[in-house]
């Protein structure tokens, strides 16, 4: 719901917007200005503008794709980049903390610098940090990789004991993810593979890397501390699954 200033048409019926405050609503994505009721028969599938996207970290993954025109966020890349170079074989990445503050620090870089941020060993030597803002970018989306409105369907497919009926309940899950959603996923989930790869020097395999990320790319829709707890062993499991079986299910 927006207020304008000055007179203001609808862009859809072309009609004036009456009123003194809350005229009209306004897309956050693209600008688009509309009626109330004109904003139900607007397509929801815009393409977002530059302009209005202040920021990488907390912004909706769909959106910052599309405004990029990108098929990921260049965080993913970027940070996955630089690890695959540097870090694989890093005793406990992902599981060792880097430093809050310069995890901090590389968050604002992305923000302000988008896809030109530096984060060269020159500047952050310790890899952590690195993974950190990787993990800490996955936990600030408002909607999170593994999106609410698939999060009970994969907790009930983690939940089938027959090995091969249960991959193929996580495949058809898979198929449901928005675009953007399923081509972070399956990047990410190759690059843990990779992780796993290299578990002799990292002592991180599946079921490690599992613990970490499963809270990390999937929440429950209701923020229920109850239902967190129950579906954690859940959460592991299915990011487990995605790491060992990603040939197959990507």
């Not at 004109?38 to 599309?66: A, F, G």
């Not at 990445?93 to 988008?114: N, P, Q, W």
Request: aromatic share 8%; glycine share 4%.
């Amino acid at each position: 719901v927006h207020t304008f200033r000055g007179p203001h048409w609808c862009e859809y019926c072309a009609n004036f917007m009456w009123g003194l405050i809350a005229q009209g609503v306004r897309c956050s994505d693209c600008g688009l200005n509309v009626h109330k009721q004109c904003s139900k028969y607007v397509p929801n599938d815009c393409q977002p503008d530059l302009k209005r996207i202040k920021r990488v970290y907390c912004c909706d993954l769909t959106t910052l794709v599309k405004a990029h025109n990108t098929q990921r966020p260049m965080v993913v890349d970027s940070c996955i980049r630089e690890i695959e170079a540097r870090g694989l074989k890093s005793e406990g990445l992902y599981r060792v903390s880097g430093f809050t503050e310069h995890i901090e620090d590389v968050k604002m870089a992305f923000d302000r610098d988008g896809d030109k941020a530096d984060i060269s060993a020159s500047i952050y030597p310790d890899i952590n940090i690195i993974a950190g803002a990787l993990k800490l970018y996955f936990r600030d989306l408002p909607i999170p990789v593994i999106t609410y409105d698939t999060y009970s369907k994969f907790i009930e497919a983690a939940k089938i004991s027959n090995p091969d009926e249960r991959l193929e309940a996580i495949h058809e899950v898979l198929m449901l993810l928005p675009a953007a959603h399923y081509e972070t996923l399956r990047y990410l989930m190759i690059h843990l593979k990779k992780v796993t790869l290299h578990e002799k020097e990292n002592f991180m395999n599946a079921e490690n890397l599992g613990i970490v990320f499963g809270p990390t790319l999937m929440r429950p829709p209701e923020d229920s501390t109850l239902a967190t707890l129950n579906d954690m062993r859940y959460q592991k499991l299915i990011v487990q699954i995605l790491i060992e079986n990603e040939d197959v299910l990507f």
